[in-house]
């Protein structure tokens, strides 16, 4: 299932600038994982200890996942997946 | 160098007078490439905290939504310190992921004059730089 997946400016280096590239998976996790086969680096980005990291924001579609299973939140063919890292600090 | 109009600098000052105690955030939006801010969002701070701030998550989705509609980019990241200079915290720079964006602090904690200055935040360094303020 192929979905396309939105890319911050932050992390354009693993993907040779690419602001979006395609990637296939049932769940939250295999998209993460095939990224990471295609675009070496990403997960490290991503996830942390098996969960997503704190301060980085996914979307599937206009849901947060972080509402919606985080990593096992599912996804479908054709879905839209947006990466933001948390604007935050002190 | 920051180059800015004067309503946008009293719109940012008035969004942190108002939230104050609590820091205030937001972005100045701007198109894409140009380093000019344009549009001023007042973002919700999600931690309503005096001492730390973050964009609530949806809100931030719906304006980059929009963005990207407008081709346009965040040119400027603000937020406020309320008791303290405005200057980078550890976690400010901690989590500067924009390293295009000028990051813009006020300070509140005097009640009558405020302070407002400007950096680059890149991998972890900060650089300040001038603020050219256009009379608008």
């Known amino acids: 299932m192929a979905v396309t997946v939105s890319i911050p400016t932050i992390l354009r280096t693993h993907t040779g600038g690419e602001k979006s590239v395609s990637a296939s998976g049932a769940t939250l996790a295999e998209v993460i994982d095939d990224l990471e086969n295609n675009h070496g680096g990403l997960k490290a980005r991503l996830v942390k200890e098996g969960a997503l990291h704190r301060f980085v924001n996914v979307y599937v579609n206009d849901e947060d996942v972080r509402f919606s299973g985080g990593l096992e939140a599912a996804v479908k063919d054709g879905d839209n997946v947006t990466i933001l890292p948390a604007v935050a600090g002190g | 160098m920051l180059v800015i109009r004067r309503d946008l600098v009293d719109a940012m000052v008035a969004h942190a007078r108002r939230d104050h105690p609590d820091e205030a955030c937001g972005q100045i939006a701007g198109p894409e490439g140009s380093d000019r801010p344009e549009r001023i969002i007042e973002m919700e701070n999600a931690e309503r905290s005096p001492t730390f701030y973050r964009f609530d998550a949806a809100e931030q989705l719906k304006v980059y939504r929009e963005m990207q509609a407008n081709d346009e980019e965040a040119v400027v990241i603000y937020h406020s310190h309320t ?35 400007s950096y680059r935040i890149v991998d972890g360094v900060v650089t300040e730089e001038p603020v050219k303020i256009i009379e608008s």
Do not use: C, G, M
Request: hydrophobic share 30%; net charge negative; charged share 30%.
């Open chain 2, 83 to 117: 008791a303290t200079e405005a200057y980078p915290s550890r976690t400010d720079i901690k989590f500067a992921n924009e390293p295009q964006a000028h990051y813009v602090l006020v300070s509140t904690r005097d009640p009558i004059e405020y302070e407002l200055r």
